[in-house]
């Protein structure tokens, strides 16, 4: 059977986020489908483009980001046809997180203090207005490492807070010994969107519409996979593990914190308008993003349906 060749750049260095598409392909069954999947993940050029960029030049097929980044890329000056296609997660399980021996014990608590940024399009006003929300004045001192290495500046207290996943640098800092207190975006007023998800570009869903639907069609079976046997899935992904990760992260204990929130052979994948319109009105109401209107034509499920 001729092969496909779709290329997915991930939005970290392989983790438990990522799963299903490593057991899909170590399980073959992209190549059952008549797919040849190959993964690029940041490191590769320490993270000089971000994966959302990757996709917006024609370098990859799929990108993986926090939701919010197919809306920046539609309405940047030079606007992006992205569409999200599926969420890898049906819950938010990221947080902004703080050391509890920092003594910084709520949201309001981060005014004066040092929050280690990624640079996204909307993160810094999402972070300030948590603080606000809090009852704080929002007023960060906010600095920007490099991406690879911002949750070091946290262990480091280089930085007092930052934004992580719970089930990636939670699980490590639980593996470790090491305490974290955690400000949940829903704790305060912030709907967020569904993160990570995957984007493509419009024009391409059009022209690559069999192989995409396959490729999401395996990658389901990966996930589902994953979510019913942990232990295994974790050994298949481990190979792709940064060897710092592998060492000081439990990755059994990180994949059966993830797969329950990987959704189900119902939903796996399905994004909810009402929600991600919901988002998009508080960017809007906020005065973080001024050209939204309706957004659900960013987010399709399409491509799922059988």
Not at 106 to 133: H, T
Not at 177 to 183: E, N
Not at 259 to 287: C, T
């Amino acid at each position: 059977m001729p092969q496909t060749t779709l290329t997915l750049a991930l939005d970290w260095t392989p983790n438990t986020n990522h799963t299903g598409f490593f057991v899909a392909q170590s399980l073959g069954y992209y190549k059952d489908l008549g797919l040849n999947v190959r993964i690029v993940d940041p490191s590769i050029d320490n993270y000089a483009t971000t994966p959302a960029k990757k996709l917006d030049l024609g370098e990859v097929d799929f990108a993986i980001a926090p939701s919010e980044s197919a809306i920046s890329l539609n309405t940047k000056a030079n606007k992006a046809e992205a569409r999200a296609i599926a969420a890898l997660m049906q819950e938010d399980i990221s947080a902004i997180a703080v050391l509890h021996d920092s003594g910084i014990s709520r949201p309001a608590e981060l005014d004066g203090k040092v929050y280690a940024s990624y640079g996204a399009r909307y993160e810094d006003k999402i972070v300030q207005r948590m603080v606000q929300n809090d009852g704080g004045k929002g007023d960060l001192q906010l600095e920007y490492p490099e991406k690879l290495g911002i949750w070091n500046t946290l262990l480091n207290k280089k930085a007092d807070a930052t934004w992580i996943f719970q089930n990636w640098e939670g699980v490590e800092a639980e593996t470790q010994d090491i305490q974290l207190r955690y400000f949940k975006m829903s704790d305060y007023g912030i709907p967020y969107g569904y993160s990570p998800v995957l984007l493509a570009m419009e024009n391409l869903i059009h022209a690559r519409e069999t192989a995409y639907r396959a490729f999401l069609q395996a990658s389901k079976r990966g996930f589902l996979y994953a979510q019913q046997h942990p232990e295994d899935a974790a050994q298949l992904l481990a190979p792709f593990v940064p060897d710092h990760d592998r060492e000081r992260i439990n990755l059994v204990r990180a994949q059966q914190y993830t797969s329950p929130h990987y959704g189900d052979a119902q939903n796996w994948g399905i994004m909810d308008p009402e929600r991600v319109q919901a988002f998009a009105n508080w960017l809007h109401k906020q005065g973080i993003e001024d050209s939204l209107e309706e957004v659900s034509t960013l987010f399709s499920n399409r491509l799922l349906e059988s």
